[in-house]
């Protein structure tokens, strides 16, 4: 049974992502999933569920490999059960807001237009004009991102599971609150620090206190416009370039890694990583916008395509795709930190007085931390309840309260991902932390510039998804995953 579902599974998932990826890049107006997942149902129907659970039960614990790929393949089935049950809002939703447009003193924009034109525009009063048009948009698709989640809880309670929680918790083999216990110090040990960096900011950048502050302004921030002339669009694929160098990676050879720049009307604003057919086909995508961002967005993305493209091409392919996506995104959160190194900053970009940007940077990702902390903790009262006048309150209140940047109720749908993937990032942030600690111990302060670094990267990065985040750090010899060094990091950063 395994060769074939293994063939057809791989054939499945390139077939799904060549579909998100179109587009996502605005290279396609409309999502078409339903065709695919009617072509492959049977690998994720109830009877095929069923005979992965038996299996998974009688193989014995002596063979750890066998059992892992059989854990990897029941993760995927099920997860595309829930993702077959909802196929159809799905597209719904896609091609409601591929066909959104915003009016604004006469100009027509798309809404994907909109988001960044949110992060670039500098007049206030003209972005909160863009962000109640965008709200807008998204509150007339709420019914059905609502009746959308009651399936999927739905689903997850047919297979006998408790909750959708419970299901995901199971699956992946993670304790969602004892995650969110473990990160929820650090909103505490840096509240203070928080607060008066942003109070700083928000008055020197916008000329308002932190108590006026909304989420629009918040989407402004964090692209960091002030500094754009310090990174050049020009710079962009050089710097990436010789960052590779460093490493001993020739992105020149890597014919499998395709940088899509492309500005597309419909594409989408947020940058991510599609890999179609692990490690022969990666896509990097990204929406160049100008400045900082777009470095970050690309080394980010970097992270995740230079894992995929040196996953060995032997493994089986539960061991490319259905993996812990903590792992890859602290590969991720590794390559994009290098904005707050100043070394690197001297060196790829000639910007030697780069103290208040660093700062400034990590202020940026603190937000961003403490923002995903909140979201762990409404995501699983989300799902624990289909309350959702008390949800969409819990949403503003938690968000608003961990940022300080007041919030609306309206995204408090459309602001989730699949899975309670947010637990992810946070794991990610704190493992990511671990792993430069160690690339600095063991190879120096430029570590990315050390063919060696380069090569223990490419080594743990071999193993595709094969292990978790808990178990690579366990073999690197940095576990178990804390929160401390990254609170530490945060607190001497908006110190200096």
Known sequence: MLDQYRRDYAEFNAAVLR??????????????????????????????????????????????????SLNHLLKFAIEQFLEDAVKALTEEISAYEAAATIELAGRTMTFQEAIVALATERR???????DNKRLAVIAAANDLRAERLLKLHEAARSLGYESYTTLFEQLRQLDYQAIFRAA????????????????????????????????????????????????????????????????????????HIEIDLHIRPHKKPRAYCIPIIVPDEIKLIIRPAGGQADYKALLHEAGHSQHYGWTAASLHPEFKYTGDYALTESYAFLFHHLLADRAWLSEFLSFADSHEFVRSFMLVELMMARRSIAKLGYEQRLHGSEDFARAADDYAQSLTEATKFRTAKTEYLSDTDEGLYVANYLRAWALASQLRDYLQSRFGQRWWASPRAGNFLKEIWETGDRYTADEMASQIGIGPIAFDLLIDEFNQALKG
Do not use: C, W
């Open 19 to 68: 579909e998100h990826y179109l587009f996502g890049s605005g290279q396609k107006m409309t999502l078409e999933l339903a065709r695919i997942y009617e072509r492959f149902g049977d690998l994720f129907s109830r009877q095929t569920i069923e005979k992965l659970k038996r299996q998974l039960d009688e193989t014995s614990a002596h063979f750890e490999s066998q059992r892992a």
């Open 124 to 130: 206030r009063a003209t972005r909160q004009v863009i």
């Open 184 to 255: 929820s110090p650090l909103l505490g040990r840096t509240e203070s620090l928080y607060v008066a960096r942003l109070s700083e900011t928000l008055q020197r950048n916008i000329e308002i206190r932190v108590e006026e502050a909304e989420r629009s302004d918040y989407l402004h921030l964090i692209r960091m416009t002030h500094y754009d002339a310090r990174f050049p669009a020009s710079r962009l694929l050089d710097v990436y370039r010789q960052t590779m160098a460093g490493l001993g990676i020739n992105i020149e050879a890597q014919r």
